[in-house]
């Protein structure tokens, strides 16, 4: 809507697409292209910038298929008209229009399940090509992602732990649905229950959050203690690398 618009128009800002998690909210429906690329990726374990055989490309036929490899190849002439013309809408334009084909492929084309392997390796490959696309226009127009899932789902795998699919990622949900509100409030009564039980079984007062108490007690405790950390701490919190530095 902002990023494709003319340069010479009116701007015209519709505060109600821009909370939508839709195709009409073009930011979100690009950045969700992007966390789609970054999540099958991930599942193969296959890191965005790994080589891969382009010669695969060459046997992909179906519709959809075709759609996206023109949609790839169509990126040096709008790229090329935008600095001609001074005008970032044309290549916002294009990329709305690449998720778009993206998008289709994605939900119409198999490719973790698709047992012929010369096809798959011709469908990660437009993953992987799409995937860079997005990340350097991404870098041009100054768009973070931060938040469309990619950090989390690195993280999760560089832990060894595996994720699940997530259709749309949000940080801090909590504030825009009343759902993630609750699911939070239940969350953190189950937790504060099990550090409660914890505490007990161990008769030693397990403090929470991320102050001078908490780092004290970690040495403490630790030093009178058989529990693993992985027991009573966040391993992946900044504060639990601070304590064992």
């Not at 008209?81 to 294009?94: E, V």
């Not at 870098?139 to 993280?155: L, M, R, T, V, W």
């Amino acid at each position: 809507m902002i990023l494709s618009r003319d340069e010479e128009s009116d701007l015209d800002i519709e505060l109600d697409k821009l909370k939508k998690n839709d195709y009409t909210n073009q930011i979100f429906y690009i950045r969700y292209a992007l966390s789609r690329a970054t999540k099958l990726l991930s599942d193969i374990e296959l890191e965005p910038e790994e080589s891969s055989n382009l010669s695969f490309i060459q046997l992909l036929q179906d519709t959809h298929e075709i759609e996206l490899i023109h949609s790839i190849l169509y990126l040096d002439l709008q790229f090329k008209k935008t600095m001609d013309l001074l005008k970032p809408s044309i290549l916002a334009s294009y990329l709305y229009s690449l998720a778009k084909s993206f998008h289709i492929f994605y939900e119409h084309m198999p490719i973790k399940n698709e047992q012929n392997i010369e096809l798959k390796m011709g469908r990660i490959a437009l993953v992987q090509l799409v995937h860079r696309i997005l990340k350097e226009m991404f870098s041009i127009f100054k768009i973070s992602d931060a938040s469309i899932g990619e950090k989390y789902y690195s993280h999760l795998q560089s832990i060894g732990q595996k994720s699940e699919h997530i259709e749309i990622f949000i940080t801090k949900a909590e504030k825009q649905y009343l759902s993630c509100a609750i699911s939070s409030i239940i969350s953190r009564y189950h937790f504060i229950e099990e550090i409660s039980e914890l505490s007990k079984k161990v008769s030693y007062n397990l403090p929470l959050g991320a102050t001078r108490v908490v780092k004290e007690a970690f040495q403490k405790f630790s030093k009178n203690t058989t529990l693993k950390p992985n027991k009573y701490c966040k391993l992946h919190f900044k504060t639990f690398k601070e304590c064992t530095e």
